[in-house]
């Protein structure tokens, strides 16, 4: 189920579900993220980010091993940097694009659509691609060339909207409000869609 967490609101977990509710807020998976019983001993480094799975509110169904990013102390600055970039794509938004992807497989979508500056178009584009499905990603019609590239490279169709970031989010809103199936999971700026 999904809920949304502004009127208590429930939906099926389906692909007809919508993006967000009729109250105009964005729905969230409706069931706990905390497993019952002790919590592990250890983390398995080869499953990445899955290792934790029982945290996760989808099952594993598209992966390029994203996780365990390398953390390295740097004692000048009595601190340690996590090594994001690492990442199949470069970016920590593998993690949501891994877990969002897996969660449009299970609902069997074909195509995902998403707006994004860069990098979170450039995982979603990737993961799309591990898991064989088509994907349009719009940016500002202004994105540099080298957010571009990854985009383009992953085989997702790239469309660039005139105007700053929030006109590239208030154009997939509409589509979204005009396109059925409208979304297959709560993703403020995801649109999913069915086989025809």
């Known amino acids: 189920m999904y809920r949304c967490r502004a009127c208590d609101r429930t939906y099926e977990e389906d692909v007809d579900a919508p993006w967000r509710c009729g109250c105009g807020h964005p729905l969230d998976f409706d069931r706990s993220l905390l497993p019952d019983g002790d919590p592990p001993e250890s983390a398995d480094r080869d499953r990445g980010l899955w290792s934790f799975d029982e945290f996760l509110p989808v099952d594993r169904r598209v992966t390029l091993g994203e996780g365990w990013t390398p953390l390295v102390d740097a004692p000048e600055w009595n601190c340690e940097f996590k090594l994001e970039y690492c990442f199949p794509t470069g970016s920590f938004k593998d993690r949501g694009a891994a877990t969002t ?11 995902v659509v998403e707006d994004s500056s860069g990098n979170a178009g450039a995982a979603i584009a990737t993961y799309a691609a591990r898991a064989g499905l088509g994907a349009e990603i719009y940016v500002p019609a202004d994105a540099k060339p080298a957010k571009i590239r990854p985009i383009e490279r992953a085989g997702a169709t790239v469309r660039r909207i005139e105007g700053g970031r929030q006109a590239v989010t208030v154009t997939i809103r509409r589509r979204q409000v005009r396109s059925r199936p409208p979304v297959a999971c709560p993703h403020p700026s995801l649109l999913a869609t069915s086989p025809a």
């Open 101 to 111: 992807l897996s969660h449009a497989v299970s609902l069997g979508v074909d195509r």
